[in-house]
């Protein structure tokens, strides 16, 4: 009996099989091969990102297991010497860690034989820092390639986060059922009257189909109109970068005498507060719910020092956060057993990576040697 075929519906979880855009998958050679472009080109026009990154070379941060960070302490401005802590395991991973790049875009782009590089090319430096704060999770990013205009863009992620917020995974009540309606037929007649591809159905089908079947951190809904900016749309308050180390990131703007605020990709400079969250339901069908663990920094161990739920500004999307921080006691360059539970030894010199053992010490060092320096107080 032939499998009965599923209709697109703004209230149902579609299946990617249902989209008509056409996928280009960049695999991690084409990602390298651009970083090492970007980094030739860092010279001419890029120099606002090396400035700030000599910046957080600069910079005394305050050593802690619980927020994030990062570092450049040694050697020349590369990514394998630009260390990042991730929101998910807290180890100090080196920028370097490639991924792969499944951009969808309008069959029209592929009939004009138009190269999905630039569309990767234009937000690197983003994507390297968004890809750097999770060990697991982000060795795929997703991006669907719009001609959207600044307004319709800001109008598409307010629909998006209505969705999400009270139609993923739960049961929308009749008033917010009639909103959503209203919504999306509007920015359907608006995106057909001003003839942009690809249309909105197929946006909306493409993008929820990628956090039910793909359970992405973040997407991206890009933009090659260039008085507008590509929009990065979070899954979680958790991967949003923090406001204290991010709030003076560049713009990506390449003309240095624009007086505009402009941006090419929006990047959350003030935390969640400017970021944008889809705050999607999880457990069960929707994916396993997100959970904040302490592991050992070498990278092929999976020994766990504690674990927490990661919570939400939406209350009752996740559970809450307990720390374990207020049980662990640093001493001697070792953290003590506590309240009966292995809490790790803490790298002597740094004080900022922890070990199972002395053995898995000995075979990060070879990576972890490239940002370890003597902890410094901060005052």
Not at 116 to 122: L, Q, R
Not at 137 to 153: A, F, H, S
Not at 254 to 270: A, G, L, V, W
């Amino acid at each position: 009996m032939p499998r009965r075929q599923r209709h697109y519906s703004i209230f149902t979880p579609p299946s990617l099989s249902m989209s008509e855009l056409v996928k280009k998958t960049l695999d991690s050679d084409a990602t390298d091969m651009l970083i090492d472009k970007w980094l030739e080109h860092r010279g001419n026009g890029h120099d606002a990102y090396f400035d700030w990154f000599q910046g957080i070379r600069e910079r005394k941060c305050a050593h802690s297991h619980m927020k994030q960070m990062l570092l450049w302490n040694k050697g020349e401005f590369v990514p394998e010497n630009i260390f990042c802590r991730t929101v998910d395991t807290r180890r100090l991973i080196p920028l370097d860690r490639t991924w792969t790049t499944h951009v969808y875009h309008h069959r029209s782009m592929q009939d004009r034989k138009l190269s999905m590089m630039p569309v990767v090319f234009t937000m690197l430096p983003e994507l390297m820092i968004l890809r750097g704060m999770h060990d697991v999770g982000c060795d795929e990013i997703y991006i669907i390639v719009t001609d959207l205009k600044r307004q319709e863009m800001d109008d598409v992620t307010e629909y998006f986060k209505l969705v999400c917020r009270h139609s993923f995974g739960r049961t929308c009540k009749p008033q917010m059922e009639n909103q959503i309606r209203h919504e999306h037929m509007r920015l359907c007649h608006t995106l057909v009257r001003q003839r942009r591809t690809p249309c909105f159905p197929q946006i909306d089908l493409t993008l929820r189909a990628i956090l039910f079947e793909k359970r992405p951190r973040f997407i991206i809904l890009f933009s090659h109109q260039t008085t507008s900016y590509s929009q990065i749309l979070f899954t979680h308050d958790l991967f949003v970068p923090e406001a204290d180390i991010y709030h003076d990131f560049p713009s990506g703007c390449p003309n240095p005498c624009c007086t505009d605020d402009c941006e090419m990709i929006r990047f959350p400079r003030r935390g969640v507060d400017s970021a944008s969250v889809l705050h999607i339901k999880r457990g069960g069908k929707y994916g396993k719910r997100i959970k904040v663990r302490e592991l050992c920094n070498w990278i092929d161990c999976d020994v766990c020092f504690s674990e927490e739920s990661a919570s939400s500004s939406i209350s009752g999307t996740e559970g809450s956060v307990s720390s374990s921080e207020d049980r662990t006691s640093i001493s001697g360059g070792h953290e003590g057993e506590g309240d009966g539970r292995f809490l790790g030894f803490v790298c002597s010199k740094c004080k900022l990576v922890k070990y199972c053992s002395v053995e898995h010490q000995r075979l990060d060092w070879d990576e972890h040697r490239r940002v370890c320096i003597r902890a410094q107080v901060v005052t």
